[in-house]
C-alpha cells in the first residue's frame, strides 16, 4: 500500500539536514569572521586580548560577549567617545568604525569572549588595612552589580572587573565623574554607573578599591 506520507518525511528530513547544514556553516563563518576581524584590535589590545596600559587599551579576553559588544555598539552608534578631551574614546569610536556592521561587532565579541583571560603580574602589594578597606569599600558601592568575586553581572548590565588593569579602572571612573562617559542620553547602564563614582571619593578610598580589585579572580 502506498503511504503518501513517506515522501513528505523525506522532504522534511532534507529540509532539516539543509536549515542545520546552513546553521553549522554559518556558525563556523562567524567564529572564521571574528578572528580575521580581531587582527585591528590586536594593534592596542594584544594578540591576546591582554590589554596595554601604554596605550590605554583595557584587557578584554575573556569579557562577557553581551558587554563587548554593547560597548562597541555604543562607540559604533556615538554614545561613547564623542565628549570633548575623550582622547582615549575618541581613538575607540575610530576603530569601532573599522567593524561597520552589527554582525561584525558580534562576531568580534564572540572571539573575544572565547579567548583565556590573561591576568597581568600582581601589582605592588597593599598593605592590609588598605586592602581592608577596599573590601569594605567594594562590597558596600560595587559588589551588588559586579559581584563579590568581580565577575560582572549581565542582568545588571555589569562587567567583570577581575584581571582588569587599575590604571584603566581609574581612568573609568574619572571619566564616569566628569561626565566623559555616561553622559548620552540612551545610556541609562552608563547613567547609573556616573552616579556609583560619584559615591567613591577620589584619592587613598579609590586606591584601596582598585588594589582589592587586583587581588580578585572569578
Known sequence: MYNKQLPV?????????????????????????GKALYTTCSACHGQRAEGNPALGAPA????????LKSQLEAFALGRRGYKAGDAYGAQ??????????????????AYIAKMPPV??????????AALANGSTQYNALCS?????????????????????NNVYLARQLAAFRTGQRG???????????ATMSKLLPAGKVEQDVLAYIATLKP
Open 9 to 33: 518525511a523525506a522532504a522534511l528530513r532534507s529540509v532539516s539536514i539543509a536549515i542545520f547544514g546552513v546553521f553549522v556553516f554559518s556558525a563556523a563563518a562567524i567564529s572564521a569572521d
Open 60 to 67: 578584554i579576553a575573556g569579557m562577557q560577549d553581551w558587554y
Open 92 to 109: 575607540m569610536r575610530a576603530a569601532a568604525k573599522t567593524l561597520p556592521t552589527a554582525a561584525d561587532r558580534a562576531a568580534v565579541a
Open 119 to 128: 591576568y597581568g603580574p600582581p601589582p605592588k602589594k597593599a598593605d592590609k
Open 144 to 164: 551588588s552589580c559586579h559581584g563579590s568575586k568581580g565577575q560582572g553581572n549581565q542582568a545588571l548590565g555589569a562587567p567583570r572587573l577581575a584581571g582588569q
Open 183 to 193: 553622559a548620552a542620553a540612551n545610556d541609562k547602564l552608563g547613567k547609573q554607573m
